[in-house]
């Protein structure tokens, strides 16, 4: 039995039977991880200390003990989350040596649920680019097709889920991160209302975008990983305090009533041919089991990109501002003095799309410009959301493509940056309104390249996109 195949709600059914044991389950995963390092999905593993984890809880299993809903599960997180004692580089030259100190509270919750982390997963510098092109560690592969890029800024992520390294992966989106990567990568990523999760611990990029998810290989698994890792920290103000339904006990399967938004600011001319009749198909499928289909208009939706990409750049310039070489990371050899010390570290240390970030970013906050940008943007921000609210008057959910194209070649945008950010078109509006959103498959086009697509949900009811989602997964593998 392959069980590197297995969905993450299988395998923890084969360990409570007894089956395999998590220290056999874990070695195969690292096996795994060597058979395919082609892929380039991990900056860095942990194998002793996942090994310790996976006997322990193979000791506790045997012993009668009560156990957590991921036990002995092997699991990758994005390295921009802190876990003690391991690397956080943030995939950049300026953190290539940094050790955490501390654990970010997502993924103690993953440990204290008996998860085996396994390693730290490849990303985009500091979370910032749509293709996992940008690492200063190198570029990840796609696991479909290897002459591809598996997304960003989660793509190590996403392949590594994709390639049977591990059975679920943490990412974190500001943009799409996990969205467009789940959606390269043909699995399912799931981007939480904001301040379900906690973001004690992760390093931040934009702090009113980012927001912790998971990557799966099923909606089921994303249902229970995000039973996990959701509730209010007292370390993270923004974390929400609401309650935390059953998720996984949320799934039904049945869509009868459901009442599916259709905007047509998200089915424009920019998307590809196949991929809308990918979504053609699915949304077909959700009518013929009784769910109803309702125009909702978005007609600020346009704006979003500009939008994103001024209060991101905004954030992460003022986020960013603490690495100057002083406390921690990149130290320039030479330098004349203090200012000198800080433009030559973070010139080294930093590449060139978070400088350019960086440069954006301090550009619409300065003198004279912060009114015409940043404020502007952030009332604009303000009218996206109520837009969102609005057609949810109508609607339970919103159906819409995760991205307007599959996956690109490596190499392909990669001197084309407006190209590039438009790969984010159909993510970004649901950050700026804070909502939940889900990527899932949905069929393939004429190359096998996976297609996407991304169900949006009001504040708070991933309960109603996990069981959308589910539906429809069961629903194109039955060929119903």
């Known amino acids: 039995m392959n069980y590197l195949k297995m969905d993450l709600w299988q395998v923890r059914e084969a360990l409570k039977t007894g089956k395999i044991t998590s220290v056999e389950l874990t070695k195969l995963c690292f096996k795994r991880i060597k058979e395919t390092s082609n892929l380039n999905t991990l900056i860095s593993t942990c194998e002793e200390f996942a090994l310790a984890s996976a006997k322990a809880v193979d000791e506790a299993r045997a012993s009668g003990q009560k156990l957590g809903a991921l036990a002995g599960i092997p699991i990758v997180i994005k390295d921009n989350i802190n876990l003690t004692g391991t690397k956080t580089t943030c995939a950049s030259k300026f953190l290539a040596n940094f050790v955490s100190p501390y654990t970010a509270t997502c993924a103690q919750k993953l440990v204290d649920a008996g998860a085996v982390i396994i390693g730290k997963a490849n990303m985009d510098e500091f979370a910032m680019g749509s293709s996992n092109e940008n690492s200063a560690f190198g570029v990840v592969r796609n696991p479909v097709n290897t002459d591809y890029v598996p997304g960003g800024s989660s793509g190590g992520s996403a392949s590594s889920v994709a390639s049977g390294q591990c059975f679920g992966a943490l990412g974190t989106d500001t943009g799409g991160s996990i969205r467009e990567p789940a959606s390269f990568c043909g699995i399912v990523g799931l981007k939480p209302t904001y301040g379900r999760v906690s973001r004690y611990g992760v390093v931040a990029f934009a702090s009113s975008l980012d927001q912790v998810g998971n990557l799966t290989r099923s909606v089921r698994d994303s249902a229970i990983m995000l039973g996990v890792i959701a509730g209010k920290d007292e370390h993270d103000m923004t974390s929400s305090s ?16 459901l009442k599916i938004g259709i905007a047509k600011q998200f089915f424009n001319d920019k998307l590809n041919s196949e991929v809308r009749s990918s979504l053609d198909k699915a949304i077909q499928t959700y009518v013929d089991n009784g769910a109803t289909k309702v125009e909702v208009d978005l007609p600020s939706l346009d704006t979003a990109l500009a939008v994103y990409y001024i209060l991101s750049s905004a954030e992460a310039a003022s986020n960013l501002a603490r690495f100057d070489g002083v406390k921690y990371g990149v130290q320039s050899k030479k330098f004349k003095d203090l200012v000198d010390l800080y433009f030559k570290s973070r ?50 959910i919103i159906v819409c493509p995760t991205t307007a194209n ?21 993510t970004v509006p649901i950050n700026i309104a804070g909502l939940p959103a889900l990527s899932m498959p949905c069929g393939k086009n004429s190359e096998g390249l996976p297609i996407g697509m991304q169900l949006i949900a009001p504040h708070w009811k991933e309960t109603t996109l996990f069981n959308a989602g589910d539906f429809l997964e069961k629903a194109l593998k039955e060929g119903k």
Do not use: W
Request: charged letters at 30%; hydrophobic letters at 35%; one cysteine or more.
């Open 347 to 396: 010139t080294e240390g930093f590449g060139k799309e978070v400088k350019r970030r960086i440069m954006l970013g301090n550009y619409v906050l300065s003198s004279g410009y912060y009114d015409a940008f940043y404020r502007k943007a952030k009332r604009v921000q303000k009218v996206i959301r109520q837009e969102f609210e609005k057609a949810f008057e109508k609607c339970d």
């Open 242 to 257: 609401n309650a935390i339904p059953d998720y996984e006990k949320a799934i039904t399967g049945s869509v009868k009533g």
């Open 406 to 426: 599959p996956a690109f070649k490596i190499g392909e945008k990669s001197n084309d940056h407006l190209a590039m950010y438009l790969t984010d078109i159909f």
